[in-house]
């Protein structure tokens, strides 16, 4: 209401009205926000399964959406389920929700609109989820996904209906199927998983080690369907029809169509459709015979989006869109003025080249942690690759769809661009110098980058004194830079959320570093790369003091040879028991060739932290070799003012019976063995008398090692227990004398069971 009044009153003064516009909209979406936020996170499926066993089955009938390419070799599939019927029970409760269906050996394809019954437990950890990091749990509860199940075969799942044949979504989820299937066929087989990824969007097809050459080169925005793809057709087309159209509506008219119809080849998804309904709201000026306005043009497309779900702001994929269309629509016209000297069609490339990736970079940080300083050349060849790849994309799909033998003389004709872009890729990625891993930028860091655009869209629009525009931009840039990373933190111990598996973060009060165990490594999953980098560049972390490693088992030093790679480490602790573990020789192999040093810590040595120490207290060096390595677990105990915690690995009955001979006492207990029924006795339990212990465990296969016995001890002896299969990452703190535990799903305010 102030901000209309405002408006109102000052309509001469043109100023005051555009802030008293901007507090009204403000206003209006905050109240729309909080109309669609007043009650808690989650729905009522959700709700209903978080007051039951996790062991509870549920019969679940709705509708498909958003269904994964399933080829016919496939294996795997996801699919969101819009839930409108559950039976558990014996009973009918009306429940609805949005469901995350992971279906191993699917028997058919799924298209949207599709219904379908479904059948088993329900879980309310979609994903691995920590403090600090937005992840793909978030993604999902934004979208109104609650609860996950777990298929199997065929068998699995049943189709009740067809999906409408009157449904936009329907038909293009069948197009773009179809269109897979028939693109496999007229590809070669080295192109094939390129071509899926950055025309229908099918990103499963490339392997976490190619995404992250992309990203380590500064290209992997070409491998998302959204603003880029949808930029360079706009270009494109544009340029092309300004050749031989001179009339400026029919231009925009042809430019739309163009833009609307790659979106729908392209598989009509929701960031294709985003992205071309904010080009085509540009181009509504042109109808008009009017200049075109970027700023009206882009807010109306914000208000647009924001009015139909306020949440999409939050989504990265709405953000990255936005800023890259944005970032095209406002730079790439001053850029090319400066550029006259090039021919036309250069300018082109390089001014939208150069555009694109100006906005979007500190959200693109924040999601990747990785500034690329050579994709800026890079680019200047990959787009225009790209854009040859999606034009020969888009004519092999109408071949294939109308004269499917021609499809192959296109498919086989976009293989060396292809087979370029990939070549040039890995080796931009294999240069040491062409990247730089950073923490997310801090709220002033992001506020001084965004201060630094507009001056230096000042610089490259101003007709006069363009040297001191140019001076001042250059001091923002150092400022921005300063400001990144935050100033100071505060002391933590966090239990990270990394399923069956250990790894705890630690920052001492005076601002030491510690990694305890690195999680796994399997050949599907590396919990050093899914989960600790982010999580330590999430938290403003470039350094670790020290990487300890409480033994050998994959689950516990899996992660550290990605740590090692990508972040300095000061020393790493070994127990003092070689082993023959692979992971343990490939650990000590790299912290040779890396000049890490390793030291082996015996029950007495303390290592001293910044306002911290770490105390020894197992194994002996007398410990008997041939036990198992969980008994010869290194277990460390932290010490600060106000704050004690216990790190006892792996330990089982014989490490229990020694640290219990030991003064072992500690506020805080990181549970032994993943809460095993091999550990936890009673009496060790009295021996610890921890205040608060944390079990960080997850599912083995589908099943858990947590032992409910293990969960009675623990409750009986009066101790807050917290289980990160549950809760997620666990984070404490401590102020005056006090403990302070906070969840990563507690925060978030997302449902959760009881850890019993």
């Keep these: 209401m102030a901000g209309v009044a405002l408006a109102a009153a000052m309509r001469r003064r043109r100023a005051w009205m555009a802030v008293g516009v901007a507090l009204a909209f403000f206003g209006g979406g905050a109240l729309l926000w909080n109309a669609r936020h007043l009650g808690p996170i989650g729905d009522p499926l959700a709700f209903d399964a978080s007051r039951r066993p996790a062991s509870t089955s549920y019969s679940l009938e709705g509708t498909v959406e958003r269904p994964d390419i399933l080829l016919p070799e496939g294996d795997y599939m996801q699919f969101t389920l819009r ?12 429940l609805t929700g949005g469901v995350l269906v992971r279906w191993s050996d699917p028997g058919f394809a799924l298209f949207s609109g599709d219904r379908v019954r479904v059948a088993g437990p329900l879980e309310l950890d979609i994903s691995r989820l920590n403090p600090g990091v937005s992840g793909v749990e978030d993604h999902y509860r934004r979208r109104g996904v609650h609860t996950a199940i777990r298929l199997r075969g065929k068998d699995g799942l049943e189709r009740t209906e067809s999906g409408s044949s009157l449904s936009p979504s329907y038909w293009a989820s069948r197009l773009r199927t179809a269109l897979a299937a028939r693109l496999s066929e007229a590809v070669p087989q080295e192109s094939r998983p390129f071509m899926l990824t950055v025309w229908l969007g099918d990103r499963r097809r490339i392997t976490d080690e190619t995404y992250t050459k992309f990203l380590e080169s500064g290209t992997a925005h070409i491998l998302a369907v959204s603003g880029i793809h949808l930029g360079i057709v706009f270009m494109t087309v544009s340029y092309a029809l300004r050749l031989f159209v001179p009339r400026r509506r029919v231009r925009a008219y042809l430019t739309m169509a163009a833009v609307l119809l790659f979106a729908l080849m392209a598989g009509a998804r929701v960031s294709s459709v985003r992205a071309a309904i904010m080009i085509a709201l540009y181009l509504t000026s ?55 000297w090039m021919p036309r069609v250069l300018r082109e490339a390089v001014a939208t080249t150069l555009a694109v990736q100006i906005l979007p970079l500190p959200i693109a940080v924040t999601l990747f942690h990785v500034v690329p300083f050579a994709g800026v050349l890079l680019n200047l060849i990959i787009i225009p690759l790209l854009a040859i790849v999606l034009w020969l994309s888009f004519l092999t799909s109408l071949a294939a769809l109308v004269l499917s033998p021609a499809a192959a003389l296109f498919g086989h004709a976009m293989h060396p661009f292809i087979t370029l872009i990939l070549w040039l890729v890995n080796a931009t990625s294999d240069l040491d110098a062409s990247h730089w891993y950073l923490p997310a930028p801090a709220p002033l860091g992001m506020a001084a980058y965004i201060a630094t655009t507009a001056l230096l869209f000042c610089s490259l629009a101003a007709a006069r004194n363009q040297g001191r525009w140019i001076g001042v931009t250059v001091c923002a840039i150092v400022i921005a830079a300063a400001l990144w990373r935050p100033m100071s933190q505060e002391a933590e111990i966090t239990f990270l959320d990394v399923g069956h598996g250990d790894a705890t973060f630690v920052r001492t009060p005076g601002g030491s570093t510690l990694l305890i165990d690195a999680g796994d490594r399997s050949g599907f999953l590396d919990m050093g790369k899914r989960v600790l980098g982010p999580y330590l560049w999430s938290n403003g972390v470039m350094r670790l003091d020290a990487l300890l490693i409480s033994h050998p088992d994959r689950d516990h030093i899996g992660g550290a040879a990605y740590i090692l790679d990508h972040f300095a480490v000061g020393t790493v602790f070994l127990g003092p028991r070689g082993s023959d573990s692979p992971e343990e020789q490939e650990l000590i192999e790299k912290c040779k060739s890396m000049q890490v040093p390793v030291k082996r810590l015996v029950r007495g040595d303390t290592v001293k932290l910044r306002g911290a120490k770490l105390e020894v207290l197992h194994p002996p060096d007398d410990w008997p070799s041939y036990l198992p390595w969980n008994e010869s677990s290194l277990s460390v105990r932290l010490v600060w003012p106000g704050l004690s915690a216990l790190f006892p690995g792996d330990a089982e009955a ?11 006492a500690a506020q805080i207990l990181k549970v032994p063995h993943h809460g095993s029924r091999t550990s936890s006795s009673q009496a060790f339990i009295d021996a610890v008398r921890p205040g608060i212990a944390v079990v960080s465990v997850g599912r083995r296969g589908r099943r858990s090692v947590l032992d409910q016995a293990v969960l009675h001890r623990y409750r009986e002896s009066g101790v807050a227990l917290f289980r990160t299969d549950v809760a997620g990452g666990v984070r404490i703190t401590s102020r005056n004398g006090r403990l302070y535990a906070r969840t990563a799903r507690g925060e978030r305010g997302y449902p959760m069971r009881s850890i019993d």
């Design 286 to 340: 042109e109808l008009f015979d009017r200049e075109p306005d970027t700023p009206t043009a882009l807010s109306l497309a914000a208000i647009l989006f924001t009015l139909h779900d306020p949440d999409v702001v939050l989504g990265p994929g709405f953000q990255l869109s936005f800023l890259s269309i944005a970032s095209i629509l406002v730079f790439s016209g001053p850029i090319a003025e400066h550029l006259l």
């Design 654 to 664: 014989a490490a229990e019976a020694a640290l219990i001979e030991r003064d072992s």
């Design 83 to 94: 839930v409108e019927k559950v039976s558990v029970g014996g009973e009918d409760p009306a």
